[in-house]
């Protein structure tokens, strides 16, 4: 199926690692141009020689806290200057710590609002005229799939994230008609550092009581490549009539509508 993704250009924030990166090789496989930040020069660097051994494609790289509005903006008025537009927006970063509402104060709360929502709108609003200059852009904002369906011990994930799906179809009405589209990729547990740096012993085994305990119908946790499948389809041409939708990816686990 060709995606329609060819010669387009995008900013991947958080493309160094996991989902993020994930997407980025997608990108790359379909003919997109693809820059990505992340605040590791490290981590970029990496990604960046890998994907040039395993796809024969340069990626741009760019360190920088997505948190920092200015330093996003620039990234992506640099694109463009460089590659003559900005047409694909993959809104990615880290998420919040895991506990329970009563494990964090106004400032934990403050800190999870300001990286899981602020930044996001901030990196979206900052790359939007240059989407609309092109008469073609795809905005996917990566959150998580605790915004359709509460997992208690993430409660700022679902409280701080859920204004991004508000955001987003509050934003379809504001570009209106046109070829440019918004949505959410809502991810369930996925087997990326954000999910494996924190088991001990045989990791693998440790995934399968992951999934056992969360109870996921399709008794595994996801690969990276999976959620990604689903966010590419998202920012291609394909979908060219799918805008203001959360895109739960989760193997079956939640429950909500
Ligand atoms: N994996 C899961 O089970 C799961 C489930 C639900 C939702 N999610 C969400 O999906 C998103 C992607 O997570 P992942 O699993 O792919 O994690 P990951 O493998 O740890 O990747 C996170 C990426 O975001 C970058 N990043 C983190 N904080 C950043 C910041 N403030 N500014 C710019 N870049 C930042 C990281 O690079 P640097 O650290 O170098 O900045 C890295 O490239 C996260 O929001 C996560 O909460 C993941």
Do not use: C
């Not at 709108?121 to 369906?149: C, K, M, N, Y």
């Not at 550092?193 to 969360?214: F, K, W």
């Amino acid at each position: 199926m060709d995606l329609g993704l060819n010669g387009k250009v995008a900013v991947v924030s958080g493309g160094s690692s996991g989902i993020g990166l994930a997407i980025t090789r997608d990108l790359v496989r379909e003919g997109a141009t693809v820059s990505i930040a992340g605040r590791d020069a490290g981590r970029l660097a990496k990604a960046r020689d890998e994907i040039a051994a395993d796809l024969g494609a340069e990626v741009g790289t760019r360190v920088l806290d997505l948190r920092d509005t200015g330093a996003a903006r620039a990234w992506v008025d640099d694109t463009a200057a460089e590659h003559g537009a900005v047409n694909i927006v993959v809104s990615n970063a880290g998420g919040p710590p895991a506990g329970p509402t009563g494990a964090f104060g106004p400032d934990g709360y403050r800190d999870a609002v300001d990286l899981g929502m602020i930044s996001h709108i901030g990196f979206v609003q900052a790359a939007l005229p240059h989407l609309q200059r092109a008469g073609w852009g795809r905005i996917l904002i990566v959150a998580s799939e605790t915004i359709r369906d509460i997992i208690p011990k993430y409660a700022l994930s679902a409280i701080a994230r859920s204004g991004l799906a508000a955001y987003a179809k509050t934003l379809v009405h504001e570009l209106g008609p046109g070829d440019v589209t918004v949505n959410v990729l809502a991810p369930g547990y996925t087997a990326t550092d954000a999910l494996l740096s924190g088991l001990d012993g045989d990791v693998e085994a440790e995934t399968v009581r992951i999934a056992e305990q969360a109870d996921i119908p399709l008794g595994r946790v996801a690969r990276p490549e999976e959620v990604a499948a689903a966010g590419t389809f998202l920012l291609s041409a394909r979908a060219s009539f799918v805008t203001g939708t959360v895109q739960v990816v989760d193997g079956g686990r939640s429950l909500g509508m």
